[in-house]
């Protein structure tokens, strides 16, 4: 039972390097998210797609860019890395949310970035 | 715009407490409201749901009733245990948008043996 898979884990960077994050899910979800989470600021969106081929911005899009080639996978990348961009970040995806299903989200374990 | 607003942690309790986070939301139309909790180096998971006003949402030993009228899904248990020590997020998401999913800022609870 993989869920959502995650990599790497873990990464320290310095300022200006860029890196590729790596979502993969096996439960056909169409919808993919990745969030970032912060000290006393919960979980904020960067960007989400709803289905193969599609992204989107969502609520902290500047400094990332997201690419959708396949279903299963979500690939979060940033071109230049900040200190601001130190975090942990989350993948997650869903069924297609209807008044049917409950729109659960399935989470990655995070991964942990550090920007020197 | 819809938020999300859950009180502030952390929170620490004896073993065999009881538990109250209250959260409340401002939305429009008929979200559905979620409990998370986030275990110490793991993701978040989901650990209550509903999806309609006075529907209650349980599992382990966990409540929450979507309370239309006060706009609120408290969480509640009766007896806690050193277990559950972890960050517990409110969230709910607008079947209108597929980025409509509002998550409250987390409480971290810590429960002394």
């Known amino acids: 039972n993989a869920g959502v898979t995650q990599t790497p884990k873990f990464r320290v960077l310095k300022t200006g390097q860029s890196m590729t994050l790596l979502c993969a899910q096996d439960?056909?979800?169409?919808?993919m998210y990745w969030y970032r989470q912060d000290p006393g600021m919960g979980l904020r969106l960067i960007h989400y797609?709803?289905?193969?081929?599609?992204?989107a911005k969502g609520e902290v899009p500047d400094g990332y860019n997201v690419s959708r080639l396949k279903k299963q996978n979500f690939l979060l990348g940033l071109e230049s890395a900040a200190p601001s961009q130190t975090s942990v970040y989350f993948c997650a995806s869903s069924d297609h949310p209807s008044r049917v299903d409950t729109g659960e989200l399935f989470f990655g374990e995070g991964s942990r970035l550090t920007v020197l | 715009g819809d938020s999300v607003t859950q009180m502030e942690g952390p929170v620490t309790l004896s073993e065999e407490a009881f538990l109250t986070i209250n959260c409340t939301y401002t939305a429009t139309g008929y979200p559905s409201l979620f409990w998370y909790v986030q275990y110490p180096g793991e993701g978040l998971q989901l650990l209550l749901k509903?999806?309609?006003?006075?529907d209650k949402g349980s599992n382990k030993g966990f409540e929450a009733t979507y309370r239309k009228e006060t706009t609120s899904f408290h969480l509640e248990k009766g007896s806690v245990q050193v277990s559950d020590s972890a960050v517990y997020f409110c969230?709910?998401?607008?079947?209108?948008?597929?980025?409509?999913?509002?998550f409250g800022s987390g409480t971290r609870l810590s429960i002394r043996p």
């Open positions: 509903a999806t309609k006003a006075d």
């Open positions: 797609s709803v289905g193969e081929g599609t992204t």
């Open positions: 439960m056909n979800h169409e919808y």
């Open positions: 969230a709910l998401r607008q079947y209108s948008s597929a980025s409509k999913i509002i």
